[in-house]
Every structure is written in C-alpha cells, then in structure tokens.
C-alpha cells in the first residue's frame, strides 16, 4: 500500500492509513534516507494517540518511551528506536533489542537495517521515499 503526502499536515492521515494496514500490528520498521521524515513521522503517530510526552529523536539515548492512555483508561508505551548510531548487532542486543520486538506495545524503530533478523514475522515495513516535488511517499508492507 502506498500513500502521497504532500505537507506535514497531512500526516495524521498516513498514520490512520498504516494503522488500518497493519490490523492491530504493533511493531514497525521506519526506511527512508536521512530528513525523509521518519521522526516526525513517529511525532504524527504519537500525536494520534495523545502522547503526553514530547516526542524527539532518540538519535543519542537510543530508546525513547512515551506513554498515553487507552479509552479505558488504562495507560499503554510507544517504544521510539533509532539505531543510526549503532555498529553490531551486539550493541543493539546490550540493550534489550528483543524486550522492545516482542513486548505488547507499540514499537517504531528507525534504521533497522541491523537488526533485520530479529524482527519479529508480523513487523510492519515502513519505507518514505522523498520524490522531486518534495512529497513523502509512505510504502507499507510485511
């Protein structure tokens, strides 16, 4: 499935899309060359779900988590990746890689190029692609 998005603004919805694609998957691997958007992507999905924390580029923690409430109230994660920084596999695995894959919460992960034989078989590809006019084209797949 593809979807053009010609402003930010129209995030909101490339996110309605890929939820509705990815029928109650919880995992996504976010391509794209560097600036095609993928944090502010993630800020999108995380607007959708009324996040209260600020969401930023894990480019140096690695990992950052954020939190938002259920209509029942009860409180759910978003686990935000990005493992640019990363070298091995080891490094991904020194912190806890796989308690991020295969909990029950939502996880997007950015560069996920070196851990792509840990993904779990449900992950949801995400790959934006910056055309010459400067849209965003959001591919998603499994």
Not at 3 to 30: G, M, R, S, W, Y
Not at 56 to 67: H, Q, W
Not at 79 to 103: C, K, N, P, S, V
């Amino acid at each position: 499935m593809e979807i053009a998005v010609h402003q930010e603004n129209e995030l909101p919805k490339a996110v309605e899309a890929l939820l509705a694609f990815a029928q109650n998957k919880k995992k996504f691997a976010l391509t794209g060359d560097l600036g095609a958007g993928k944090t502010t992507f993630v800020q999108a999905f995380c607007r959708h779900f009324n996040v209260r924390e600020k969401v930023t580029s894990p480019t140096y923690s690695l990992v950052n988590e954020y939190t938002f409430l259920e209509e029942n109230g009860q409180e759910q994660l978003i686990h935000h990746l990005d493992l640019y920084r990363l070298e091995t596999l080891e490094e991904a695995q020194e912190i806890g890689i796989e308690e991020y894959l295969y909990d029950e919460y939502y996880c997007l992960i950015e560069w996920p190029g070196l851990i792509a034989g840990l993904l779990p078989e449900n992950v949801v590809h995400v790959k934006i692609a910056v055309q010459p006019d400067g849209r965003r084209l959001f591919g998603f797949g499994f």
